[in-house]
Structures are given as C-alpha cells and as structure tokens.
C-alpha cells in the first residue's frame, strides 16, 4: 500500500472503533494537496503538531478488508469460502471487475447486460430492492436483480447477486443529455424545492415520490456519487442508495421473488 492507501485505513480503523484514538502515518514527504485540505477543514498546522504520530503495523491486503474485517485470504478454487474467494473465482473465469464500494464489488463480463454484484459484509441493499420490486420499482428508478442468495460461511455470511447493467455513473454523464440535469436536480428536489420536483417528474415520472418514500424508510442514506447510474437509454438509477443493516433472513430470492409489481408502481405514483 502506498501512504495515501494507508491514511484512508488508518481512518477507516479509527472510526470503527479498532485502532487508538489518536492514529496518525508517519510520511516523510508529506502530500501538499493534503496539507492544504487539511487546512480548509480548519485542521491546519496548529493541530497537526497536536497529534503524537504512532507508527502502526497494517496487515496483508490480502487477509483484511479496507473496513478492518479479517477474512480468509483469496482462494479462486474455493470460491464460497468467502466473497474475497468468490471475486477471485470469477476473475479466473474472465469477469472483469468493474468497480467496488464500502461492501461489495462488481463484475461483468464484456458483452453481458449483467453483473454480478459480491457483497462482503451484508447491509440493507437487498431490503431496499425488495421493497424496489414491490412498489413497482424494479427496472426503472431501482434495479432488476434477477437473483441474490446468502452464502454461509465460517466467520458470518456473503451475498452474491445478478443485477442488471448500468451503463454509467452520474458523474460521467454528458452534460447535454436530460439525465446529468437529473443527477443535479436530486439534491434540490429532496430538500423540498418545488421547481426542482416539478422538472424532475417532467424528465423521469414517479421520481418525486419515489425519493420521498427512499426517505420515509431511511433508505436515502448514501444518495449521491456512483450510487446514482444510467442505464443506456438514459434513465436514471439508484443502484445502491442505502446504508444500514440487513433485516431480511431468507437466504435466497430468486427472479420471481423480485420481479417488478405494476400495481405498486401505479399506486405509490398516484396516477389515478
């Protein structure tokens, strides 16, 4: 790991709750761009010199996660021993590897209109597609998932699901297309800006109220950056707006399960 690699460990560890309360990498060239940072959140030098730098022993990449959690390392002939070793068997059987968040990573092969989604420390996603499919969701402002399934292993579980392929983030939009006016709207619209709600429903209809209700079951806690995606003909998706903790206990849902509910979908719009 570079030092940048391990200052973003370092804090990740520390707001987890797993190293001293004062944790600080020791670099002898210190990044400029960081410094100033650093300045403009008002933790310029002062509180720099404050801070006892401890020297800390990270350990391999391989046999722990950014967030701290100890897994197994890979193992691509074992593939459900953990997700690490899922991801590596995929990778031997040419998925590339898309792209990664907190919890999960994703996989696609080069001409499929899926991926697979590996989640490695189970959150509230698969709660949120659920309710998705219900209320008609599913395949518009909320992905299709054809099918998810919980894995059990030694030290907890990992999912594996297949969702539909998106074919870019929100901060990758071409700026003359309805959809980047959409991704800016967002933010505006769910603090309450009526104009911002009057576009919003012009350009992709169900989305005021689809926002609203993200919020009224605490699913809007990560609403922003790649979690927000378009799919090829330009019609926005939140692939992954939540943060909590997983609620379902069934072990597996498969397409039927999660298939999209045209009733909900007319109802919770309230077009008649």
């Known amino acids: 790991m570079d030092w940048h690699q391990k200052q973003r460990w370092a804090a990740d560890l520390r707001r987890a709750g797993r190293g001293p309360k004062v944790l600080k990498i020791i670099n002898p ?23 006892k730098a401890v020297p800390i022993k990270f350990p391999n990449v391989e ?45 696609a092969k080069k001409d499929s209109d899926k991926v697979i989604k590996v989640t490695s420390n189970l959150d509230n996603w698969i709660d949120y597609i659920q309710w998705a499919a219900k209320a008609g969701y599913a395949g518009n402002l909320a992905p299709r998932v054809y099918s998810w399934k919980r894995h059990q292993i030694e030290n907890g579980s990992f999912a594996v699901a297949v969702v539909e392929r998106m074919s870019h983030g929100g901060y990758n939009e071409d700026l003359k297309h309805d959809g980047a006016l959409l991704f800016g ?88």
Not at 75 to 99: I, N, Q, V
């Open 185 to 272: 709207l967002t933010r505006y619209a769910r603090k309450g800006n009526v104009l911002a709600q009057v576009v919003m429903e012009e350009i992709q209809p169900g989305s005021v109220n689809f926002f609203k209700q993200l919020s009224e079951l605490k699913y809007d806690g990560d609403v922003g950056g790649n979690n927000i995606m378009y799919r090829k003909d330009g019609s926005l998706c939140l692939t992954d707006p939540c943060a909590g903790g997983i609620k379902t206990t069934v072990k597996r849902l498969r397409s039927g399960d999660l298939s999209p509910s045209l009733y909900g979908y007319y109802y919770d719009c309230r077009f008649w």
């Open 63 to 107: 046999v722990a996660d950014l967030w701290g959690w100890k897994q197994p390392p890979a193992d691509s002939t074992k593939p459900f021993s953990c997700a690490r070793s899922y991801g590596a068997w995929l990778l031997k059987k040419g998925w590339d590897r898309l792209g990664s968040g907190a919890h999960s990573i994703v996989y």
């Open 29 to 51: 060239k210190p990044d400029p761009a960081l410094v100033q940072q650093m300045a403009d959140w008002g933790r310029g030098a002062r509180h720099v010199k404050k801070v």
